[in-house]
């Protein structure tokens, strides 16, 4: 049986009267993310997306979630105050029926970390250079089930596969370990 445990829920409230577009959320999100740290900025490998369309006045921040094999039967779309909003336009999957979210070198799932590599106490990043505050961070304590974690290695495995076939993969991994052992 799941156990209950107490858990620091984090959110970001996204307020979209006030994105005016300036996509600096997405150049520190990439920049925080880069391997090393801060050495490059590149839009595409952001964890938060910018959906624009200026001449319909619609900016819409988007945070990449879970990773899916699957892409939807349906497609949703919404008209806000007379305003209407693409297909997949709030949707934060990781999915095959678009670029969006996925390493553009290796095809991985990308997904919102919260930072979780700053010092305790920090505002993720993107809200810290939202300067229109659309970007609102709040804690709150929530007692809620223990889940199974799926570790991020797994996820990016398994897209792997949905990508390039199982037996691709285990033969690129037996190459690499073969590669990677350390000399007798
Ligand atoms: S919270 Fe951090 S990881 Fe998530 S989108 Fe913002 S800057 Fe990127
Ligand atoms: S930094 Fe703020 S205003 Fe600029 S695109 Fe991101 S959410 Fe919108």
Redesign the pocket.
């Known amino acids: 049986m799941a156990e209950k445990k107490k858990k620091i829920i984090k959110t970001i409230k996204?307020d979209l009267d006030?994105?005016?577009?300036?996509?600096?959320?997405?150049v520190i999100c990439s920049a925080f993310h880069a391997e090393p740290k801060y050495s490059s900025n590149n839009p595409a490998r952001s964890r938060?997306r910018?959906i624009r369309h200026p001449l319909r006045d619609i900016?819409v921040?988007v945070y990449a979630g879970e990773y899916t094999s699957a892409e939807c039967m349906g497609r949703d779309k919404y008209i806000i105050d007379g305003k209407e909003y693409d297909e997949c336009g709030f949707c934060r999957a990781s999915c095959p029926s678009r670029d969006a979210f996925k390493e553009p070198d290796s095809g991985l799932p990308l997904k919102c970390d919260m930072c979780e590599d700053l010092p305790e106490g920090e505002k993720p990043l993107?809200v810290q250079?939202?300067?229109?505050?659309?970007?609102i961070y709040e804690e709150r304590e929530e007692e809620v089930e223990e889940d199974v974690k799926v570790e991020d290695v797994e996820i990016g495995l398994a897209s792997l596969i949905d990508k390039y076939g199982r037996d691709k993969v285990i033969d690129i991994m037996a190459r690499m370990a073969e590669k990677t052992k350390p000399a007798a």
């Open positions: 996204v006030k994105c005016n577009g300036c996509r600096a959320c997405e938060i910018m900016y921040p993107c250079w939202c300067l229109n505050d659309a970007l």
